[in-house]
C-alpha cells in the first residue's frame, strides 16, 4: 500500500467515524426511514427474490427494518460471516441469532452456505465508509467486500449504503478497491 494513500484512508475513516458517532438519535431515526424506503425501492425495480445484505452495527446506516420488509415479503436474504482467510461466507440466519465476527461486526447465526453462495443473489447492499462521484466505494479496512466482489465472475447491482455526506469528490484508491454500481442515502439513489 502507498504509505500517503493509507494515511490519507486512515484520516477519512476517522473523520467519517466521528460525524457517525455525532448523530443524534432523531437524525438517526429520519435517516432509517429514508434507507428503508431506497432499498425497498431498488430491491422492488430489480424484482429482487434473494439479496445479500448486512447487519449493521450501532453506527452504520440501519439495514436491519429493510432486511425484515424483505424477508416478510419472502425475499431470501443472505448475511455474510467473516472467516480467518479473508473471505465471508454466508447464512441466512435461520438462527435467528447475531454475534460479533472477527471484524467486529454483527453477523448472524445458521448454516454457512460457503464464499460462492453470493453468486445466486440478485443485488448486494454493502457498507461503505465513503463513495465517490465515479462509484469508487472505501471501506473501513478489512478488504472483506472488495476480496469478495473482485472475486466473483457474473455480479449483481452492488449498492453501498452511506449517509447523505460520505457521498464524496474523491476517495484515495488503491489497486484492489473495487466500484459499486450505486449507492443509496436516506435520501437518494444514485446509480453510476
Request: contains cysteine; proline residues 9%.
Given at each position: 500500500m502507498d504509505s500517503d494513500i493509507g494515511h490519507r484512508k486512515r484520516a477519512l475513516r476517522a473523520e467519517l467515524r466521528e460525524r457517525r458517532q455525532n448523530l443524534t438519535s432523531v437524525e438517526r431515526e429520519a435517516a432509517t426511514a429514508g434507507f428503508t424506503q431506497n432499498l425497498q425501492s431498488i430491491a422492488l425495480d430489480l424484482s429482487a427474490r434473494s439479496i445479500s445484505c448486512y447487519l449493521s452495527s450501532r453506527?452504520?446506516?440501519?439495514?436491519?427494518?429493510?432486511?425484515?420488509?424483505?424477508?416478510?415479503?419472502?425475499?431470501?436474504?443472505?448475511?455474510?460471516?467473516?472467516?480467518?482467510?479473508?473471505?465471508?461466507?454466508?447464512?441466512?440466519?435461520?438462527?435467528?441469532?447475531?454475534?460479533?465476527?472477527?471484524?467486529?461486526?454483527?453477523?448472524a447465526g445458521g448454516s454457512?452456505?460457503?464464499?460462492?453462495?453470493?453468486?445466486?443473489?440478485?443485488l448486494i447492499i454493502v457498507p461503505a465508509a465513503a463513495v465517490d462521484a465515479t462509484g469508487l466505494r472505501m471501506g473501513w479496512g478489512r478488504g472483506y467486500y472488495?476480496?469478495?466482489?473482485?472475486?466473483?465472475?457474473?455480479?449483481?447491482?452492488?449498492?453501498?449504503?452511506?449517509?447523505?455526506?460520505?457521498?464524496?469528490?474523491?476517495?484515495?484508491?488503491?489497486?484492489?478497491d473495487q466500484p459499486v454500481d450505486g449507492l443509496v442515502t436516506p435520501t437518494r439513489i444514485i446509480a453510476f
Open positions: 453506527n452504520e446506516p440501519d439495514t436491519r427494518p429493510f432486511v425484515n420488509w424483505a424477508e416478510a415479503q419472502g425475499v431470501r436474504v443472505l448475511f455474510p460471516v467473516s472467516r480467518d482467510d479473508g473471505l465471508l461466507d454466508w447464512t441466512v440466519g435461520e438462527d435467528q441469532t447475531e454475534f460479533e465476527g472477527l471484524s467486529g461486526a454483527p453477523e454457512l452456505l460457503g464464499p460462492i453462495a453470493i453468486n445466486d443473489v440478485d472488495d476480496k469478495t466482489l473482485g472475486s466473483m465472475e457474473k455480479c449483481p447491482p452492488v449498492y453501498a449504503v452511506i449517509f447523505d455526506n460520505e457521498f464524496v469528490d474523491e476517495v484515495p484508491r488503491e489497486v484492489h
